[in-house]
T-cell receptor
Framework: GAGVSQSPSNKVTEKGKDVELRCDPISGHTALYWYRQSLGQGLEFLIYFQGNSAPDKSGLPSDRFSAERTGGSVSTLTIQRTQQEDSAVYLC????????????FGPGTRLLVL | KQEVTQIPAALSVPEGENLVLNCSFTDSAIYNLQWFRQDPGKGLTSLLLIQSSQREQTSGRLNASLDKSSGRSTLYIAASQPGDSATYLCAVLRGAQKLVFGQGTRLTINP
């Protein structure tokens, strides 16, 4: 079946612009996660959605970062007023539930802020 | 704060050798531990998941062990092949939600 998909695959933007990154989870998966992978920090958790519950935003690095999940499926990660340090690969993952199930990752969006 | 460490950071071995990758974590209160593989420019592929109550999991030439009390896990790869070349990431799950990742081991199998 189809895996987790993310778009765009690559994004180049200028400092100060806003960007939106999209994630389509595996159909039927109720849990969705965003992670960021950068050279200096490795892979770090950003935000987690489970069903209709309030998201766990504890990993978001600043208030310039926000995410939403519409209809319990597609999610959008928005970065406002991008900075050069936001350059990274943004990975989305989904799992069947939040009960410690395997997380399946998408291919990521490579963001470069000039 | 949970910290995950992977040693070595990079490993290069001849084809056919058996090898072990190491992962250690500071807080034993984990839900499970996962090993992932990442190819250059790609996302993560889940290899093995070990629940906190389990000691090991096997899939083909891969075997992962978990010792919660000592905060260690190993990934054993038997009869390595050039196609095994990738970065291997260990991650622990706390609170059934977010994964905490190690920095990875970059593995190169030389033909």
């Amino acid at each position: 079946g189809a895996g987790v998909s993310q778009s765009p695959s690559n994004k180049v933007t200028e400092k100060g612009k806003d960007v939106e990154l999209r994630c389509d989870p595996i159909s039927g998966h109720t849990a969705l996660y965003w992670y960021r992978q950068s050279l200096g920090q490795g892979l770090e958790f950003l935000i987690y959605f489970q069903g209709n519950s309030a998201p766990d935003k504890s990993g978001l690095p600043s208030d310039r970062f926000s995410a939403e999940r519409t209809g319990g499926s597609v999610s959008t990660l928005t970065i406002q007023r991008t900075q050069q340090e936001d350059s990274a690969v943004y990975l989305c993952a989904s799992s069947f539930s939040s009960g410690g199930e395997t997380q399946y990752f998408g291919p990521g969006t490579r963001l470069l802020v000039l | 704060k949970q910290e995950v460490t992977q040693i070595p950071a990079a490993l290069s071995v001849p084809e056919g050798e058996n090898l072990v990758l190491n992962c250690s974590f500071t807080d034993s209160a984990i839900y499970n531990l996962q090993w992932f593989r990442q190819d250059p420019g790609k996302g993560l592929t889940s290899l093995l998941l070990i629940q906190s109550s389990q000691r090991e999991q096997t899939s083909g030439r891969l075997n992962a062990s978990l010792d919660k009390s000592s905060g260690r896990s190993t990934l054993y790869i038997a009869a390595s092949q050039p196609g095994d070349s990738a970065t291997y990431l260990c991650a622990v799950l706390r609170g059934a939600q977010k994964l905490v990742f190690g920095q990875g081991t970059r593995l190169t199998i030389n033909p």
